[in-house]
């Protein structure tokens, strides 16, 4: 047999889980990958444990259990007002990894062009990729992380077929809001492309600001994929389920994929999710004040420290500039902190394709506030 020939040459073992063992090996505070070090609340255990216990082993419905995807509209029209039928507009997938991977393979073709703006989640160019697709990285300007609305303009064209937005945002916490929602509707408006948007840390936003999603801006919602994760809202990374509401003609092609990916998540715990969701709302209402204060007894920390925090509106991710430590690049930068100073983060190159010239690194603060705290002595001593 010949050498395989890649289809995905430049893709090696992520950052992710380089630092995750990197923290392992040298016994570091593991603030890099983004997973709470907390449990999911306790009833919702109790009632994985009676669900496990009961008579959901079998396949689910393909697009998702019914009374998941019931308990989801119900929450999508009590939250934001918007209206989603969960016979065709619902998708539960095993996780927003699944439902951006199927999404991508619905539309994007051979030599399509997918627009993304940099620093991006690291699943969807490898997911374009594979689908044919050339993926076009549009950088956020800084220091805000915010789109720069005439490069998208020139970027777009009649070879694009999808443009991928993420907010709250993973990395920087940046927002978009309502008015930058009806930007992108008016400036996709020529064009015959889709929208996906990644909401996944929709409950994750701080200081009395609300998440808009692209689902409540009528035209967007009419080409959007909007992703949505279990994992993130119920501190339950490792359950692997998310969720696409899209147009049921774009529901439709999504299913054709995700039949063939997973066919279906796992019956136990969307049924438990499903009983949870309607009978604790209380739990998603309180994500922004719970997170807020995990943010802010982070920043307080860190404030103690040479890094300097940067303004996070959003998601349980904190970067901090740390040019007055180092001259280093932010990859170096990261595995010395590891090794010799005990604390692992993400560097913020690795979510670029055109890094900029930037000392930054990503700390995620879902932890308990004896990691922090364990973090935070290690950091004072740079
Ligand atoms: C921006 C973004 N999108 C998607 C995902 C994937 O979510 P899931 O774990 O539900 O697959 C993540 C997870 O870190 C993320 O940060």
């Given at each position: 047999m010949k050498p395989i020939d890649s289809k995905l040459p430049s893709v090696g073992t992520t950052i992710f889980t380089l630092m995750s063992q990197l923290a392992t090996q040298h016994g570091a505070v593991n603030l890099s990958q983004g997973f709470p070090d907390f449990l999911p609340p306790a009833p919702l255990l109790d009632l994985v444990e009676r669900c496990i216990r009961g008579r959901y082993h079998q396949y689910a419905l393909m697009p998702g259990s019914m009374a998941l995807r019931t308990a989801i509209a119900e929450k999508l029209s009590a939250l934001y007002g918007v209206t989603a039928d969960p016979v065709t507009e619902i998708t539960v997938t095993s996780g927003a990894t699944e439902a951006i991977f199927d999404a991508i393979q619905a539309v994007v073709r051979r030599d399509d062009e997918v627009i993304v703006f940099d620093p991006c989640y690291d699943s969807y160019e490898p997911s374009i990729t594979l689908a044919g697709g050339r993926t076009v990285h549009i950088p956020l300007t800084l220091p805000d992380f915010a789109i720069d609305w005439e490069h998208l303009r020139t970027a777009l064209s009649d070879r694009t077929r999808l443009v991928i937005v993420n907010s709250?945002?993973?990395?920087?916490?940046a927002l978009l809001q309502r008015a930058d929602l009806d930007r992108l509707a008016a400036l996709l408006r020529p064009y015959d492309c889709y929208l996906l948007s990644d909401e996944v840390y929709e409950h994750v936003v701080f200081d009395g600001q609300r998440h808009a999603t692209a689902l409540a801006q009528p035209e967007l919602a009419s080409r959007c994929f909007a992703v949505f994760s279990f994992g993130k809202t119920y501190h339950a990374t490792g359950w692997k389920l998310g969720y696409c509401v899209a147009p049921p003609e774009l529901s439709a092609e999504l299913r054709r994929v995700h039949q063939y990916v997973t066919f279906a998540s796992t019956s136990p715990l969307q049924q438990a999710l499903a009983e949870y969701m309607t009978t604790h709302p209380e739990h998603h209402l309180g994500l922004p004040a719970f997170y807020q204060e995990r943010r802010d007894y982070f920043a307080g920390l860190l404030a103690e420290t040479k890094f300097r925090a940067r303004p996070a509106a959003g998601t349980y991710f904190q970067l901090a500039d740390y040019s007055a430590i180092s001259t280093q690049p932010d990859v170096e930068f990261a595995r010395r902190l590891t090794i010799e100073h005990g604390v692992a983060t993400i560097p913020v190159s690795v979510f670029y394709r055109e890094p900029p010239d930037t000392r930054l690194v990503r700390f995620c603060f879902a932890k308990e506030n004896v990691t922090l705290d364990a973090a935070a002595a290690r950091l004072r001593g740079l």
């Open positions: 709250p945002h993973n990395p920087s916490g």
